[in-house]
C-alpha cells in the first residue's frame, strides 16, 4: 500500500487544474447503458472510481475505447443484463446506479451491495422506494439487489435528499413510458451535470424548480460527446489546503458558480477570494477565525468538504463548530488528528474545535478518500514530517494530487510500503 509523506511548514503557491467531477462522472459513465448508439465522455478524472466504474461497464457488455486523455468511448449497443461481479461493482457506491441505468434499457440486472467510503451507514431504501414507485420489481437479497421490469412515469417525493436516489430515478425515468415528477430531489453541481449529458442526448428533463426534476421518457437516446463539469469538491479541497498552508493559489478550470454557496464561509475565515469566469484565486497570510457550520444538500456546506474543514478549523483563533447531519458518524478521521496535536471532541454528529493547534508531524491513516484530504491538511501546516498510509484511499477519488501538491510548492512524496 502507498503513503504520502509531507513535510509540514511551507506557503502554497501557484495554478493547480480541477479536474473533472468525480461525482458528476461516475452517474454519467453509469448512463451509458441507457444508449444504443456510442457515446464519448471527456474530462474525466484520472482518478481508480473511474477506473472501476470502466471496468464494471465492460463487464457488462459495454465496449470502452480509450481515446485520449481522460477522455473514452462507450459503444453499449451489445450490453446485457448481468449479474455484476462483486469484485468490481463492491468498489465503489456509484455502481447503485445500474439499478436506474440497467431498468431503463436492459430490462433487468442483479447488483451485489455496493462498495463506497466507510463512514457509517449508507442505507438505499430510497433508491429501491423511487424504482418500486416507477412500476419496477425490486428485490433485496443477502447478496444484493435485483431490478426487473419495465420504468413507468411516477410522482414521487424524497422526504430527505439523496443524491443517489435523485440519479437512479432520473436514469429510470430517461426512457419510461410517461411523465415523471420529483420532488426533494438533489441539487447538487453533479446531478445537474448529469441532467445536462442527458438533455444533450435527447433526453426531456426540466428542472423548472429547485429541488423538481420533470422527465418525459423518449424511446432512445442518441450518441454525443460530453464534457464533465469542473469537481466542486476538489476545488473547494484546494482552496482550504491554501487557507491552512498560507499563500497564494489559483485553481484553473474551476466553475467557481459551484461554490459561490459557500465562498462567504471561507472569507469569514480569513481567505481572501477572487472568483473569475473559470478559476477561482485563494489568498490567506493573517490568522483564521473559528467557524459554526453544519453541513446540508446543496446548497448548503457540502459533507465532502467537512473534514477537511474540520481540520483546517485546528488552526483557528477559538472554538469552531462543526455538525454533520447528513453523516453524523463522518468523524472517524479525527482521532488521526489528535496524533499530530489537534484538541477536538466529537460527539452526536458535531465536532467541537478548540483551535490555536500548532500541529505537528505524525504517522497517520487514511480512513476514506475526503478524511484523508483532511489529515493532508493536515501535515501540509504540521511542524515536521507526517505521513499517511493508505494514500489509495485518496486516489479513489483525487487525480494527480501529489504532483499537484508538490506543484504548488509543498514538500510531498509517495512511496510504497505502510499500513
Ligand atoms: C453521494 O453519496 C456522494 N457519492 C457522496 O460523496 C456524498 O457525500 C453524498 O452524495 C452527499 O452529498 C457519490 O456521488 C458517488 P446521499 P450518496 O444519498 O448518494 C441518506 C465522496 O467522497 N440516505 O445523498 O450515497 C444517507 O444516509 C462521497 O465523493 C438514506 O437514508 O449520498 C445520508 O444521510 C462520499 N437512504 C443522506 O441520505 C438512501 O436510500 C444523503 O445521502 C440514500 C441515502
Redesign the pocket.
Known amino acids: 500500500m502507498k503513503t504520502l509523506t509531507v513535510i509540514g511548514g511551507r506557503e502554497l503557491s501557484g495554478e493547480v487544474r480541477i479536474r473533472g467531477s468525480?461525482?458528476a462522472a461516475?452517474?454519467i459513465l453509469f448512463s451509458s447503458l441507457l444508449f444504443s448508439e456510442p457515446v464519448e465522455i471527456e474530462n474525466l478524472p484520472a482518478i481508480t472510481?473511474v477506473g472501476a466504474a470502466l471496468a464494471l461497464l465492460s463487464s457488462l457488455g459495454v465496449r470502452v475505447t480509450e481515446t485520449g486523455r481522460g477522455r473514452v468511448l462507450l459503444d453499449p449497443s451489445s450490453a446485457r443484463p448481468d449479474v455484476c461481479d462483486p469484485a468490481l461493482s463492491g468498489a465503489?457506491?456509484?455502481s447503485?446506479y445500474l439499478l436506474g441505468a440497467a431498468s431503463g434499457r436492459l430490462g433487468e440486472l442483479s447488483l451485489p451491495h455496493p462498495g463506497?467510503?466507510n463512514?457509517g451507514?449508507?442505507?438505499?431504501?430510497?433508491?429501491?422506494?423511487v424504482l418500486r414507485a416507477m412500476g419496477l420489481t425490486v428485490t433485496e437479497s443477502g447478496q444484493g439487489v435485483s431490478v426487473k421490469g419495465r420504468p413507468k412515469g411516477a410522482l414521487f417525493h424524497f422526504p430527505?435528499?439523496?443524491?443517489?436516489?435523485t440519479?437512479n430515478a432520473i436514469l429510470a425515468a430517461v426512457l419510461a413510458e410517461g411523465r415523471t415528477v420529483l420532488t426533494g430531489a438533489?441539487r447538487?453541481p453533479?446531478v445537474l451535470d448529469l441532467v445536462a449529458f442527458l438533455r444533450s442526448a435527447g433526453a426531456r428533463i426540466a428542472v423548472p424548480s429547485p429541488g423538481a426534476v420533470v422527465i418525459d421518457g423518449v424511446p432512445r437516446l442518441h450518441g454525443v460527446t460530453y464534457r464533465v463539469c469542473p469537481d466542486m469538491?476538489e476545488a473547494g479541497t484546494y482552496l482550504l489546503f491554501t487557507m491552512a498552508a498560507g499563500g497564494s493559489v489559483t485553481l484553473r478550470s474551476a466553475a467557481p458558480e459551484q461554490l459561490l454557496p459557500i465562498l462567504p464561509l471561507f472569507s469569514g475565515m480569513g481567505a481572501r477570494i477572487g472568483v473569475g469566469v473559470d478559476s477561482l484565486s485563494v489568498a490567506r497570510t493573517g490568522r483564521l477565525r473559528p467557524v459554526r457550520v453544519e453541513t446540508a444538500?446543496?446548497p448548503g456546506f457540502?459533507?465532502?468538504l467537512q473534514p477537511q474543514l474540520t481540520a483546517l478549523s485546528c488552526l483557528a483563533d477559538g472554538e469552531s463548530v462543526i455538525s454533520d447531519?447528513?453523516?453524523p458518524t463522518r468523524f472517524g478521521y479525527v482521532s488521526e488528528l489528535k496524533k499530530a496535536g489537534a484538541t477536538i471532541e466529537v460527539a452526536n454528529g458535531r465536532a467541537v474545535v478548540s483551535g490555536g493547534a500548532r500541529l505537528t508531524g505524525a504517522k497517520m491513516t487514511a480512513p476514506?478518500?475526503?478524511a484523508g484530504a483532511a489529515l493532508t491538511l493536515a501535515a501540509l501546516t504540521g511542524e515536521g514530517e507526517s505521513t499517511i498510509a493508505r494514500y489509495d484511499r485518496i486516489e479513489r477519488?483525487s487525480a494527480d494530487y501529489c504532483d499537484a501538491l508538490r506543484s504548488l510548492g509543498a514538500s510531498v512524496r509517495i512511496s510504497d510500503g505502510g499500513a
Open positions: 468525480k461525482n461516475l452517474p472510481d465503489l457506491r456509484g447503485l463506497g467510503c463512514f451507514a449508507r442505507p438505499i431504501d430510497l433508491h429501491l422506494d430527505s435528499v439523496s443524491v443517489g436516489a440519479v438533489a447538487e453533479h469538491i444538500p446543496y457540502p459533507t465532502d447531519p447528513i453523516f476514506d478518500l475526503r477519488g
